[in-house]
């Protein structure tokens, strides 16, 4: 039950003695196993049974998933990329484990390293990386700074990135052009792009001799394309050049696995796709490259080779309960499980990219083959501006959208798995009402 936590007797554990803990990990689920109520997960594996493999219509099984939030009564929340919403059983983390720390502090000292420590390898698991390869930071925007400032480049070098990539990729790596002479090159891929072959050659085309490394968004914010992540990391891989995806939006959405995708660094944010709270984020970093990416900010063990990726978030100390309920994040989509999610975001982007389609003035920018898209659905209309479209579903349905940022006039729209069919259909509703007359 809420507010009886029993976090056992206190072991005083320094943060340096997790370092040297950190190879073989903690047995996952023993420091997340007492206290506070998870019946849903029990429930979600009664569900489970009942063969729930059919991700559409909308069912039972789905009204569960999203009773799981806290939504405001009538509220319809399609812009989790911009930030997303904590299911009601981490938001019960966070709050418990600040209230453990308000009632006392020596708790909060002396045992939050083990949950935390918990949370970052349950992380790793999720994403099919090495414990020693992921760390947990505040959001994308660090990782991928870590990463433009980490690695040792000459003037001249290249850094190569795409048309599509957000500020928050491009600006570290222009402060380090402007102070340190590095040189951007950007590519462009098309919106939408004809076939994976398409993006795969403006990239190849690309590299020159003095390319480092590139960077990529895996989910592009402004047009929904989902990039071939694994063909670009082999194909830089076989001219010696290192890959950093913004994975800002893709943890959460996609069944991912680092290794697989034999990507070098994987930045992430956690409250878009993964149900975290905001001020999380997760941060991979190939353990065969942690000695050529140094950190920005470090304390006294930082060299210890132990630490692996951790010294990338020795920042002092942060808010602890924001990664520890990461952890409980990652438990309840763990118990959906990644490839269900996968599938239901798919399928309902596949339902909203179909439907919108068939209106007149508005025009699918993402690609329909699910390889290159996911939940990010982004629609260029024609007539109405896109925010007072955004403002005309928000007042009328309770429906929230975002506008994208390019130079289109459109709109992006999430479809997660708290989103079902019959939401969709109130957009389509409000679409074909404004849009749907020539
Ligand atoms: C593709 C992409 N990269 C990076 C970011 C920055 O995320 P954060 O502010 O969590 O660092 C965003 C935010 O929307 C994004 O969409």
């Known amino acids: 039950m809420i507010g009886s936590l029993n976090i056992g007797t206190p072991k005083i554990m320094g943060r340096r003695d997790f370092g040297k803990k950190l190879v073989g990990g903690f047995a996952l689920g023993k420091v997340f196993s007492d206290g506070l109520d998870r019946s849903i997960y029990q429930k979600l594996a009664a569900w489970d049974k009942q063969n729930v493999d059919q991700e559409a219509p909308d069912g039972a099984y789905w009204d569960f998933i999203t009773n799981q939030y806290m939504f405001e009564p009538g509220l319809i929340m399609m812009n989790n990329g911009t930030a997303g919403a904590m299911p009601r059983v981490v938001f ?54 870590i990463v433009a400032y980490g690695l040792d480049m000459k003037p001249g070098d290249e850094v190569l990135m795409s048309n599509l990539e957000h500020p928050s990729g491009i600006f570290p790596w222009k402060l380090r052009e402007k102070r340190y002479g590095i040189k951007i090159k950007e590519v462009t891929i098309n919106t939408p792009p004809r076939n994976k072959d398409e993006i795969l050659t403006a990239i190849r085309d690309g590299i020159t001799p003095r390319t480092k490394v590139i ?19 082999q194909l830089a891989k ?78 002092g100390r942060i808010a602890d309960p924001l990664p520890i309920a990461l952890g409980e994040a990652i438990h309840f989509q763990t118990n ?51 925010d007072q479209f955004a403002n005309y579903m928000l007042e009328k349905y309770n429906l929230v959208i975002a506008r994208t940022f390019n130079e289109k006039n459109a709109i992006r729209v999430c479809t997660h798995i708290f989103i079902s069919f019959k939401q969709i259909d109130t957009l389509l509703e409000g679409l074909k009402a404004v849009y749907g007359k020539k």
């Open 92 to 145: 019960d983390i966070l709050t418990e484990y600040f209230r453990i720390q308000a009632a006392n502090p020596f708790k909060c000292y002396s045992t939050f390293d083990a949950y935390r420590e918990e949370a970052r390898v349950r992380a790793a698991q999720f994403i099919g990386a090495l414990p020693e390869e992921v760390t947990l930071l505040r959001n994308t925007t660090e990782g991928l700074t």
């Open 336 to 386: 959906i499980g990644k490839m269900r999610i996968e599938r239901r975001i798919k399928t309902l982007a596949a339902y909203l990219k179909e439907e919108a389609a068939k209106i007149s003035n508005v025009k699918v920018l993402t690609p329909n083959d699910p390889e290159l898209s996911g939940g990010l659905t982004v629609l260029a209309l024609e007539g109405m501006k896109n």
């Open 215 to 233: 960077l990529i968004s895996h989910a592009v914010y402004k047009t929904g394309l989902i990039t071939p992540l694994k063909e670009i990391c």
């Open 238 to 315: 076989d001219r010696g050049v290192l890959v950093c995806a913004d994975g800002a939006h893709c943890i959460g959405m996609l069944n991912l696995n680092m290794r697989d995708l034999g990507v070098d660094f994987y930045a992430n944010s956690g409250y878009k796709w993964l149900g975290a709270p905001t001020g999380t984020g997760i941060f991979y970093v190939k353990k065969e490259l942690q000695k050529d990416l140094w950190p920005n900010i470090v304390e006294a063990d930082w060299e210890n080779p132990a630490v692996g990726a951790l010294k990338y978030s020795y920042v």
